[in-house]
């Protein structure tokens, strides 16, 4: 009998992300409505420094597993680890952030294991029998779709900043489960070259509580940097919609929308962004949008909490200072 | 060498999405490529310009018209897993398919885009490579390939890493890896001779039965529509300091 709610840590420097204890949070209380146990599953070199951490989130268990191959992530070493404490312990199930690990583990893990997966989850419940049951984006967010998983353990991955974090109990300790994987040489034919890791300070996009994003009204990429300076005085990512990649103004990795990044902050100000449907798909679960744009018309209006009709280059320098004032 | 792009018809990005019976409904929508199988098509292009060699796309199911569009952009020839009794295909049959599929041909590698714009799950390129038994490198942004290896820099979360495999293995195509080519007036009509073989799930040697779905959709529903809320009037300067005070004050955000 599968038994135990897992939650794949993801961690880097000592230091656990922060999607991974949103899953923690959530995960506990799916433990508790299913009767089950939260085990946090740590992979790397030193990863059994991070029990206390997740004990103090709410996992009863860790099941660390130290290798020197799991130093860094790569497909192989990873899939081949878990799948074998996987069939071990048999967990009821495995969730994980929607991250760039994330999404490249799952669906391996999955399909060694032979079980469906839920990708991008933004709902978790467990019904009457106890059976999780997954809320997706389809479409990019124009629809969801509600799914259930015939086979255990359960895989998900869960978009960062679709659950909030509880409080951290230090009283609260995991037990350690300490084991050991034999990873091959089948499991590392991939061979990591080279990292390089962008100098920014700004949050990651699919992280980002709040996020500033400029669209074809920015009118070139010299013009972005009045959208860092706001950034940097409200903690916020930057962003950008299709028609400013396409352009050329900034890289695709900053591009929010159906064919970019789809990310749901707390806080998203759209500036110079008309509100294409394939832009929309990929912020519309924002908390709180706010639209700066000087066409009245301009679609992003309709959905947007707080609106400003106006000059961009005009009002996001202005308010910039009421921040800086705010937080003087 | 030669190169299978995976490929998947999906619905055209601009495209609003309507149920009927508690289904997406497809009815009068612009069925096209998946964008990133084009990223996926345009590099292999490239690389058998250079090199020769033959580029095989390959489907689950699929019109002929938008497979087609592929083979006008200069891939040589198709191959379509269709049956009828193929109906609720998820992310791992999906692959099984694939990967039987593929198992008929010949190939140095497999590329596809990293993520399909309709189910959004990004997970059928990767499952294939398990599937197969051969690594993969997922939202790849930059390839080469050279003496049966494959490096690519990938997409990752604060920037980028370079991955060295060996072939065969399968790579998902990341937006920035290329700009795909539009089809020619050339192209579109050596399309028409082109070949598109169809197989059965008899032809794979499998069934409908084998291949049932692990991930059950119970139920689809729209996002509950955003109202437009308060345009905040007045000279720039009175707005701005206006719109920080709601947002701390009545938004309670920053």
Do not use: C
């Amino acid at each position: 009998m599968s038994q135990g709610i897992w939650i794949f840590i993801e961690h880097a420097k000592g230091d656990i992300r922060k999607v991974s204890l949103e899953l923690l949070s959530q995960g506990r209380i799916l433990a508790d409505e299913k009767g089950e146990e939260l085990v946090a599953v740590i992979l790397g070199k030193d990863a059994a420094a991070l029990a206390d951490t997740v004990g103090a989130y709410g996992a009863d268990k860790a099941v660390v597993v130290e290798d020197e191959k799991l130093a860094g992530y790569t497909t192989g070493a990873y899939t081949s680890a878990l799948n074998t404490v996987i069939r071990k312990l048999e967990p009821s199930a495995l969730l994980l952030g929607n991250t760039a690990i994330g999404k490249d583990l799952a669906p391996r893990l999955a399909q060694r294991l032979g079980v469906g997966m839920a990708s991008d989850v933004t709902g978790i419940v467990s019904d009457a029998d106890h059976v999780l049951s997954f809320k997706r984006p389809v479409y990019a967010g124009k629809a969801f779709a509600d799914l259930v998983l015939t086979e255990t353990p359960v895989i998900a991955t869960v978009r960062p900043n679709t659950f909030p974090v509880a409080g951290a109990d230090a009283s609260k300790k995991a037990e350690v489960i300490t084991e050991n994987v034999e990873i091959g040489a089948e499991d590392l034919r991939a061979i990591v070259k080279e990292i390089a890791l962008a100098a920014s300070e700004r949050p990651e996009l699919i992280e980002a509580d709040i996020i500033v994003s400029g669209g074809r009204g920015m009118k070139g990429p010299e013009n972005y940097v009045i959208l860092e300076e706001l950034a940097d005085v409200i903690g916020a990512a930057v962003g950008a919609s299709r028609a400013a990649v396409d352009a050329g103004w900034i890289d695709q990795k900053f591009q929010v929308g159906q064919t970019g990044k789809t990310v749901s902050p707390t806080l998203y100000i759209a500036a110079g962004i008309s509100g294409a449907i394939q832009h929309l798909a990929g912020m519309g679960s924002s908390k709180v949008i706010v639209a700066i744009n000087k066409d009245p018309e301009a679609n992003i209006f309709t959905l947007a909490d707080y609106g400003i009709v106006g000059d961009l280059f005009e009002i996001v320098p202005l308010l910039t200072e009421e921040f800086k004032k705010l937080n003087a | 060498m030669n190169i299978v792009v995976t490929l998947k018809q999906t619905f055209d990005t601009e495209a609003k999405i309507a149920l009927k019976d508690g289904k997406i409904d497809d009815a009068g929508v612009k069925q096209i490529i998946n964008p990133y199988d084009e990223f996926a098509i345009e590099e292999a292009l490239k690389i058998t310009e250079a090199d020769g060699g033959e580029v095989i796309l390959v489907s689950v199911g699929g019109s002929e018209t938008v497979i087609r569009t592929g083979l006008a952009m200069g891939a040589d020839r198709a191959v379509i897993v269709s049956d009828p009794e193929l109906a609720d295909v998820d992310e791992w049959a999906g692959a099984e398919a694939l990967a039987k599929a593929i198992g008929t041909l010949e190939y140095d590698f497999i590329i596809g885009g990293r993520i399909a714009v309709d189910d959004g799950s990004a997970q059928v390129g990767i499952r294939l490579a398990e599937a197969l038994g051969i690594p993969s490198v997922s939202s790849i942004l930059k390839l080469e390939i050279a003496d049966g290896k494959a490096t690519a820099v990938r997409e990752i979360d604060g920037g980028t890493e370079t991955i060295e495999v060996p072939l065969p293995s399968v790579l998902t195509a990341q937006k920035g890896l290329n700009e795909p080519r539009l089809p020619s007036m050339k192209g579109i009509m050596a399309a028409k001779r082109k070949e598109i073989k169809t197989l059965t799930l008899a032809d794979l040697g499998t069934s409908a039965a084998e291949l049932a779905a692990k991930a059950k959709i119970t139920d689809y529903s729209l996002p509950t529509p955003r109202t437009a809320g308060k345009v905040i009037p007045g000279e720039p300067a009175e707005a701005a300091a206006e719109l920080a005070r709601l947002l701390r004050e009545e938004a309670k955000v920053i």
